[in-house]
């Protein structure tokens, strides 16, 4: 079956950094997308990865490598307006989507 | 560039009501267009898959008949939530993918919420 697994909750503290982990086993690999979702809005992109290696793109990062299956979301610079859900999804090879079930980020101040 | 609308953004209904939500693709055609469901705490579930001028793809477990998609035109998708029952409140969202950009990326309306009583 197909698979993808992120903590279902993190914390962290104003100011800092932190690393959000998804590794995922799917049928096929069409590219990876990082999502934020605030609680009852729908999700807005914050990135794509489909060669190995790390995208930054202000203060958010992504990496992936896909012999690991694995990709990670790097949040620098934590304000209280990061705290959200943030999803990983996977394009497999029908070009679906397939969803994770989200990491919920509290930060504290 | 890339907005989509919904509408309504929320809506409260009797049990047995029919609801439709339609969904806009304002400043791009979709070749595609998705709905979502979304209960509380819950990951986003994929209802179902359609592009413009055919029959939708509906996931497993999910009713054709209770939930009817149509994809008129390139710019809007409705979905109609026949005879609802109190377990089909939720949270509904739908994307659009463009032909052009990265491949399918989605786009995402800012979701309906449903209430039925």
């Known amino acids: 079956g197909q698979n993808i697994d992120q903590p279902t909750e993190m914390t962290a503290t104003e100011g800092a950094i932190v690393q959000i982990n998804c590794t995922y086993q799917?049928?096929?690999?069409?590219?990876l997308f990082w999502y934020q979702q605030h609680a009852g809005e729908a999700p807005t992109f914050l990135s794509y990865?489909?060669l190995d290696g790390l995208e930054e793109k202000g203060r958010f990062s992504s990496f992936l490598s896909r012999s690991k299956g694995y990709s990670y979301l790097l949040l620098k610079e934590l304000q209280m307006k990061d705290s959200a859900s943030y999803l990983c999804?996977?394009?497999?090879?029908?070009?679906?989507?397939?969803w994770g079930a989200g990491t919920k980020l509290i930060i504290k101040p | 560039g890339a907005v989509v609308s919904q509408h309504p953004s929320w809506v409260i209904c009797k049990s047995g009501t029919s609801v439709k939500i339609e969904c806009r693709s304002l400043?791009?055609?979709?070749?595609?267009m998705f709905w979502y469901r979304q209960f509380p705490k819950q990951s986003l579930m994929l209802m179902a898959t359609?592009?413009?001028?055919?029959?939708?793809?509906?996931e497993q477990g999910v009713e054709k008949d209770k939930f009817l998609i149509n994809h008129a035109s390139l710019t809007l998708s409705t979905l109609t939530v026949t005879s609802a029952h109190p377990e089909d409140s939720s949270f509904y969202i739908c994307?659009?993918?463009?032909?052009?950009?990265?491949?399918?990326?989605?786009?995402f309306g800012p979701g309906t919420r449903l209430t039925v009583l």
């Open positions: 994307s659009a993918a463009r032909a052009s950009g990265i491949d399918n990326e989605q786009f």
């Open positions: 400043d791009f055609q979709a070749t595609t």
């Open positions: 359609s592009n413009e001028g055919s029959k939708a793809t509906y």
């Open positions: 799917t049928s096929g690999f069409n590219g």
């Open positions: 990865n489909v």
């Open positions: 999804a996977v394009l497999d090879s029908n070009y679906q989507l397939i």
